[in-house]
């Protein structure tokens, strides 16, 4: 059997680069733990970008070799399965199933075409306005709900793993995602609320904290106008009349359908009533589709379940786990102890470029939400001592938590990954425009602004 070069070249990668860390001498910081962490960590994410090895072996063997080399405990490696993150992603890869084989799936996303007007560009702006509304009502709890809308369009114009797919399921990403960065909701609130354990201030309200970030809405639109360029389908997607007459050759909703409608609808009244009920959206997004199976319903098939990826969701899991375990070693917050002399008594602007880069670093090896636990606090005491508006300096931890490259590195960006539309070449491409957008955006018009409004 002859062995490609490109085969040989990875391969070459995949073991040099973390043998080169792993000849690192170790010190009281780099501890021989760490040293084999970031050497298997960066081995398996290697493996995942140049697929030389199945993706759902290395994910079973990377939280199990944090394991077996006695570098954390096993109810850590494998506490995200505790989490309702896998689940939910499950929950949502059954319902988009059933949604499909009820045929609900292609009614809802002709529908969607016929009122987009049918082009490729009108399903992007489309997406994002959606998602958009979703979070006045669903704020920070958009993703799900956006990712299988994205994926049902997708399976409905049969696009596969193409640019085009790539396109829609990072335009609703985004149209779920970036709205938050001039809406206050609980994600952004997460870092407030440990900056404030320094600073004692209240949370800025909804309209104050608007105000403060709306130019931010101009980041959302240039991202969707890129994606639409960036990702432009190889072929011409049909007009509207070609999406009305698919949507007629449907006929009359069946009963399948309105059952799974209702499903759907109960799904969505389940989730705008959280507050009251108490029961954390990833575990109704978990139990709901379920219902699919109950009598009465009974709409959903062995198939139905069958056909879940279940190579994504352990993906999710060895992803989530990479965080976990930084930050179980304390990666983050020895990476901020050894920032902090860095930018004491330097400028407002020289602060904000540094903090954006060092959350960007970070995100690699924890998640945002580890990150914000770990750099918000002790920034916040620097912000302060530089006469910075710290609440200035929690929107720029923020923007820069949302940087990625690998969709390991944020669970929200990993769940429109998982559902398998897009390849990880188109989603890093399009990841890495966003980040470097972002840092041009943040630094060449959000900080100006905010000095233009008084806000720093």
């Known amino acids: 059997m002859s062995i490609s070069k490109k085969h040989v070249i990875s391969w070459i990668f995949t073991l040099g680069i973390p043998l080169i860390l792993m000849l690192i001498p170790t010190n009281d910081v780099y501890t021989p733990q760490i040293r084999i962490y970031c050497a298997i960590t960066l081995m398996a994410i290697i493996m995942f970008a140049v697929e030389n090895v199945n993706q759902a072996a290395v994910s079973i063997m990377l939280p199990i070799a944090y394991i077996i080399l006695n570098i954390v405990p096993a109810e850590v490696a494998l506490s995200p399965w505790l989490s309702s993150t896998p689940w939910m992603i499950w929950g949502g890869l059954l319902l988009s199933n059933v949604m499909e084989s009820t045929g609900l799936l292609q009614r809802i996303a002709y529908k969607c075409m016929v009122l987009t007007g049918g082009t490729y560009f009108g399903i992007l702006i489309g997406l994002a306005l959606a998602g958009w509304i979703l979070n006045f009502f669903i704020p920070s709890q958009a993703c799900l709900p956006m990712a299988v809308l994205a994926y049902s369009i997708c399976k409905a114009l049969d696009l596969g793993l193409s640019k085009a797919s790539a396109g829609i399921m990072l335009s609703a990403a985004a149209g779920a995602l970036l709205p938050l960065m001039f809406m206050y909701g609980p994600s952004v609130a997460v870092v407030y609320t440990t900056g404030m354990s320094v600073t004692g201030d ?155 880069i060092l959350c960007v670093v970070l995100n690699f090896l924890m998640t945002p939400l580890a990150i914000w636990g770990a750099v918000t606090a002790p920034l916040t005491s620097i912000a302060l001592s530089i006469g910075m508006n710290p609440e200035a300096l929690y929107m720029v931890i923020y923007h820069a938590c949302d940087q990625i490259i690998f969709p390991y590195e944020n669970v929200y960006y990993l769940i429109f990954f998982s559902f398998g539309a897009m390849k990880l070449s188109h989603f890093a491409k399009g990841m890495a425009v966003k980040m470097l957008v972002n840092f041009i955006f943040v630094m060449g018009i959000l900080v100006p602004y905010w000095m233009l409004i008084g806000f720093i």
């Open 202 to 356: 209240a949370a800025p309200s909804w309209t104050e904290f608007l105000i403060q970030n709306l130019v931010s809405v101009l980041f959302l639109v240039v991202m969707v106008l890129l994606y639409a360029k960036m990702f432009k389908p190889e072929t011409h997607i049909n007009g509207k009349d070609y999406f009305v007459a698919k949507y007629a050759e449907l006929g009359k909703m069946s009963l399948k359908e309105k059952k799974c409608l209702g499903v759907c609808l109960f799904l969505v009244l389940a989730i705008l009533t959280t507050n009251i009920h108490g029961v954390a959206i990833g575990w109704v997004f978990t139990f709901i589709p379920c219902t699919c199976y109950w009598p009465l319903i009974n709409i959903g098939s062995k198939d139905d379940i069958k056909n879940v990826n279940y190579s994504m969701l352990l993906f999710v899991v060895a992803c989530t786990s990479i965080g976990t375990v930084a930050s179980a070693l304390g990666v983050g917050q020895i990476i901020t102890d050894m920032s902090m002399p860095i930018i004491e008594g330097k400028s407002m602007w020289f602060v904000a470029g540094f903090v954006w």
